[in-house]
Each structure stands twice: as C-alpha cells, then as structure tokens.
C-alpha cells in the first residue's frame, strides 16, 4: 500500500506539473487594450511598411558602391521543401503555331499553387491571427471573403527598398548550419552585430543566417520537421529596432518546435499581428555569407495577388 500510495503521489505531482506548465506559458499575445491601437495609429494597414519613404531609399542606395546584384530568393520548383497540403505544380501549355509566314510558336505554362506560402516568401498581416483578431484589432467576420482578405491583401504593400543588415549567428557559432531547434538569443544578436561591426537603425530590413538554408532541396524533411530560429526575447529586442521587417533563411524566421511547449509559433503573432512587422521565410543566404556582406540595399516587391496573405518573392541585395 506504501509503494502504491507513493507511485499515486508521484503521478499527481506529474499532472499538476504539467498543468502548471499549461496554465503559465511562458508568453502571450497581449490584449486588445494593449496593443490596439498600433503606433502607426488606427486603421492603419501598412505597419513596418510605414518606412518605406524616399528617403529610407535614397540612403539605402548610397550603400550600392560595385553595382553586384545577390539574389537571395530561391528557385520555384517540385524539389522545394512543403508543409502538409502546400505545393506548387508547373504544367506546360506546348507551341503551337500562329498563323503568318514567320511561323511564330507560343509557349505558355499552368502553375497550381499556394503561390502566398511557398518558397521564399513574404507574410502580410491576413496571415495570421490572436483568436479571430487581426493585427490592430480587425475582427475575422469582418476581413474574409470568398475573393481574398479585405484588408491587409499582398497587393497593397508595395516595393520594399531599405538598408539591409544580415546578423549572422551561424559565423558567431563557428558553423555552417545552427543545431536542429537552437533558440537564437538576445545574447547571441549582440554578440554577432558586435564581431560584424553593425548596428541597427529604425527601418532596417534585419536578415539572420542560421545556416539552415544549406538544407533547401537536399534535406527536405529535415528542413521543415524543426528549425533554429529566433526566439519570443530575441524577436522583441529586434522589433523594438523598429525594422521594416524580420527575415531568415529559415521557414518561420523563428525557432521551431518552441522550447515552451504550448506556444506555436510565438514570433509570428509577436510580429505580425502585435506590432505590424512584416517577415520574409526561406531566404537564400549563402552566397551574402560566403561573401562576407553584412550591409547592403535590399530590395524586394510581393506579387499584386488582390487579397492575398503573402507573396513568393525574389529579394535581391546590392553592394
């Protein structure tokens, strides 16, 4: 009966452990009264975008001394890496020849996909939610419909021309590829823009490198089971930044799976729906890296989908 009544005991002390695990995640999305309205006042649909002004491009521009392009977006195919339903079909439409003496052929192409959430992508603020509220407290009801998302559609956000700055985290560490799940740190940002010799100004588009990009179209399940990324204290310093927006090489930006267990996907609602900063997934970083670049012009324009989430991208930076 003692041993029964021990193991009883234990078992009790488990559950009400992990119900003081449930009941105190270690974040939350703050209420409505606290982060509506946003500081770029209410009704405002454009958040970080809110930067993009002439003169955030003039200085950008002074950056561009060699005039050399680096593409940092990836290329659109089947050996992508996919989440559950997404994909992204290519069917060709063959020549056929018009009529005339020069016998001009046409050629033309189907694509089937989830053309906001595939690839390098961009996210706009339809794309997630806290509950059924959007970013400055949009309600659900009063934002779907059967053509797209009435407010904070794709098509309004426009070219994005900023100051680039890539932290690279993975040099910090010494290697190529961050450990499966790593939580990118306040500690580690600071460390990595003090080695590279930056600092962050308001507008920034802010690039970190985990590495994790080296496993594109070649370690495919890998890339989308978990990922190093920033984590909850880390993104807040960067948005305290006021950057243009949050990007990664990475399919979230973030660390996934999140070391509190009941959080899923923290840094986007922190991001997007609290504080309006938009964020760029599946970066391609390698050759910025392999380069040493840590400063440069970004520049980058979603696809126009009319009520879209977000938008496949091909940002490039320029030195």
Not at 53 to 77: D, F, Q, Y
Not at 218 to 231: D, H, I, T, Y
């Amino acid at each position: 009966m003692r041993v029964t009544a021990i193991a009883l005991g234990a078992s009790l002390l488990a559950v009400g452990a992990a119900q003081a695990q449930t009941a105190a995640p270690t974040w939350s999305p703050p209420p409505e009264n606290v982060r509506c309205p946003s500081k770029w006042g209410a009704g405002d649909e454009r958040g970080s975008a809110n930067h993009m002004k002439p003169a955030a491009v003039v200085e950008a521009l002074k950056l561009v001394k060699t005039g050399e392009v680096i593409e940092l977006g990836h290329v659109l195919g089947q050996t992508m890496p996919f989440f559950g339903t997404r994909r992204f079909d290519v069917h060709a439409k063959r020549t056929f020849m018009n009529t005339g003496t020069n016998r001009r052929g046409s050629n033309e192409e189907i694509v089937v996909a989830e053309i906001g959430q595939v690839g390098t992508q961009f996210d706009g603020f339809a794309h997630q939610t806290v509950e059924n509220s959007w970013y400055n407290c949009v309600k659900v009801d009063e934002n779907v419909t059967r053509g797209g998302f009435s407010k904070y559609g794709i098509h309004g956000v426009g070219s994005l021309v900023a100051r680039g700055v890539l932290i690279d985290v993975a040099g910090l560490k010494g290697v190529e590829t961050l450990p499966d799940a790593y939580e990118i740190t306040v500690q580690d940002l600071e460390d990595a823009l003090r080695k590279q010799n930056l600092t962050i100004k308001p507008g920034d588009a802010i690039i970190v490198n985990t590495g994790w990009g080296r496993l594109w179209g070649k370690e495919n399940a890998r890339f989308v089971k978990s990922c190093p990324g920033l984590g909850v204290k880390a993104a807040e310093w960067l948005i305290a930044k006021d950057p243009l927006l949050l990007g990664s090489d990475n399919w979230p930006v973030e660390v996934s799976p999140n070391p509190d267990s009941n959080l899923s996907l923290p840094v986007h609602q922190l991001a997007l729906v609290v504080h309006g900063v938009h964020l760029l997934e599946n970066m391609k970083l390698d050759e910025l890296v392999q380069k040493g670049v840590s400063e440069f012009a970004f520049m980058m324009q979603p696809l126009k989908i009319q009520g879209g989430s977000g938008s496949t991208v091909a940002p490039v930076a320029m030195r």
